[in-house]
């Protein structure tokens, strides 16, 4: 069996593994750095990693890849692919080193020196997150820019954990006897060391110790200062959309107030436009995916509005081909609360699909509720099929979003598509007849 590379299992695995990588890159340079003696607990999560890495290896001899924008999943391809990318790695990090022991006390003293050191090849497995977070990332469709921040405040803190244990492994901290103690007087040297704000309470006291401050002062002047950078970045990137609409909102403002709208009017347009920020971030859907090649743009059209359209009658036997053609017709509207959607005696000329909010179908003047439609419902269908005047009002109770399909664009529609044309005029009589016997 080949287990498809965006599968869930896939997903899975690779979250799982990335705990377990994370969680060596905190351990092993403690257990180097601290001296820890291999009791139980650790003896225990050494064998879960190497077990769990040489699952990983077989895994991946049955998962298939990405190439060139293709799934491969030919059995043959996966395994040369493997072997000549990570397989090398990832056995490395599977050999159970913990397993040697010496046969006496100053024999198994070096050797558990010698595995401690040799536990590091581990600590390979780290250049696979990037990987791992690239993949998740892509597929969930995560903030590039908090993303890329995320992950590096990740391999900073990772780093900095690091080279605190290589700070105590060069006798950094004399004072203290207390592991826990030295381990956080040296994480302390080697924050304020890299952020370049040490105090001096704490100070090399040897060549290789200079050396060592040396290389942590040079790498925190790069690591935080792409730290810093792409938190602007990301403010600045934020601060840009909700600059744009409030530029917008300040013309809308300026424009009422020159043409003497009425105060109760302009309140109204002025509370759509809080509307449209709240519940799209003042973003245009059309204009954001305007760059996008038409047949994504139907794609990602089709699944936002699928499961909507296939809720109405008329569209539930339609094919793939016809529900593309649909979902590319719909025209996204808002209604603030107490608008009239639709009003009873006009003429329709399109239907509704109620994408978010409640709405209520009242009597001609309002004062009385028939019933109330909410996300997933649908109205004026009868309009797509014949030229008749609205039997109802259809009202905003509060802030409405829905989908408009216009008759004109139906009509053109089923022109393309001559049988569920015949099929639709069917659905429309029983539906007029349903209607009338009522």
């Known amino acids: 069996m080949i287990i ?18 994370v ?106 997150v990037n990987e791992v977070f690239s993949q998740f990332q892509r597929k969930h469709a995560l903030n590039p820019g908090l993303f890329r921040l995320g992950y ?9 954990h690091m080279l605190a244990c290589g700070w105590i492994l060069l006798d950094g901290i004399t004072d203290e006897t207390d592991p826990v103690t030295i381990y956080i007087k040296a994480l302390y040297f080697t924050v304020t060391t890299l952020a370049s704000v040490g105090y001096g309470d704490i100070t090399p006291h040897n060549n290789i110790q200079r050396i060592f401050a040396l290389g942590l002062m040079m790498i925190g002047v790069g690591s935080y200062g792409f730290v810093i950078g792409n938190m602007a970045s990301f403010l600045a990137n934020r601060d840009i959309v909700r600059a744009n609409y409030f530029k917008k909102l300040e013309e809308v403002t300026a424009f009422l107030r020159y043409r003497a709208i009425p105060s109760d009017l302009r309140s109204q347009i002025l509370a759509y436009y809080d509307h449209v920020w709240e519940s799209r971030m003042g973003q245009d859907e059309a204009e954001l995916l305007s760059d996008l090649p038409q047949s994504l743009r139907v794609d990602i059209a089709l699944a936002m509005r699928k499961d909507l359209i296939q809720k109405v ?30 009003r009873e005696g006009e003429m329709g000329d399109c239907m ?39 039997t109802a009002s259809a009202r905003a109770r509060g802030y409405c979003d829905l989908y408009v399909l216009k008759k004109r664009d139906f009509d053109f529609i089923l022109s393309r598509y001559p049988a569920f044309a015949s099929h639709i005029m069917k659905v429309a009589e029983e539906r007029r007849r349903e209607a009338a016997s009522r």
Not at 9 to 21: C, I, P, Q
Not at 314 to 336: C, G, N, T
């Open 4 to 21: 498809h590379p965006e599968s869930k299992l896939k997903e899975f695995w690779d979250l799982y593994m990335l705990v377990l990588t």
């Open 23 to 128: 969680a060596c890159a905190l351990i092993i340079p403690l257990q180097i750095a601290l001296h820890v003696p291999f009791h139980s607990s650790l003896l225990w999560f050494e064998s879960l990693l190497s077990i769990s890495f040489g699952i990983d290896i077989v895994l991946h001899f049955f998962t298939g890849f990405r190439f060139e924008n293709r799934i491969i999943l030919d059995p043959r391809r996966i395994a040369v692919h493997y072997l000549r990318s990570w397989f090398i790695l990832d056995l490395i990090a599977a050999l159970p080193f913990f397993l040697i022991h010496g046969t006496d006390a100053a024999e198994a003293t070096q050797l558990l020196r010698v595995i401690r050191f040799l536990q590091i090849h581990r600590l390979l497995k780290l250049l696979r």
């Open 152 to 160: 590096f405040v990740l391999l900073i803190s990772l780093i900095t």
């Open 313 to 342: 009658p008329f569209f539930r036997e339609a094919s793939e081909d016809l529900l593309r053609d649909i979902v590319m017709a719909l025209r996204p509207a808002a209604y603030i609360p107490g608008s009239f959607i639709i």
């Open 352 to 390: 509704y699909i109620v994408s978010s909010g409640i709405v209520e179908i009242v009597s001609r003047d309002g004062s009385q509720v028939f019933t109330e439609l909410t996300e997933g419902s649908f109205l004026g269908e009868m309009a797509l099929i014949y030229k008749t005047e609205r």
